[in-house]
């Protein structure tokens, strides 16, 4: 099932949800995923064979935000108060490190507005979402703690989402 092309990232300051585990499956394609160095903030490039992939794109280009190794948590899909329903993930502290570097390195603190997230899964684009100013300055001001929340239109959306997250 596809994912609807734009739906918001934000940002959700809440308890972490059930673990998953980061298992690859055999013969997923090999991505390079972007890491920095805690000491000097430097982006370099690290290989992983994790069928998630997550990018970044921004005014200053594209980049890895985080793969399917990063992700912690991923909780159950739920009904929004907003309506339709969201799904809360987690990245682990370096999955945090790096996708924080990628948001920054492309621009995205200075324009989410102009900031896009792509989800794929063993290549195949899963998912397009925008972001919301309030996660672009918690990770602007170092303080995002790796959570936030995919919406989506209805529940069958976000149990696909969910599945694919998990599957990784």
Known sequence: MRIPRRRAVALLAGAALPAIAGCTEDGAATDEVMTTDAATDDA????????????????????TFFDGTDVADVGEAERARSGGYRLLV???????ANASAAFRAVGGDDAPDETTVVVAFEGEEKG??????????????GEWNGEFVLTFANESEAEAARETLVED
């Not at 397009?128 to 001001?141: H, K, Y």
């Open 90 to 96: 987690e990245l682990d502290d370096e999955g945090t």
């Open 44 to 63: 370099t490039e690290r290989t992983s064979d994790s069928a998630l992939r997550v990018t970044v794109s921004g005014p200053d280009g594209e980049r």
């Open 128 to 141: 397009s979402f925008g972001v919301r100013e309030d996660l672009a300055r918690e990770i602007a001001s």
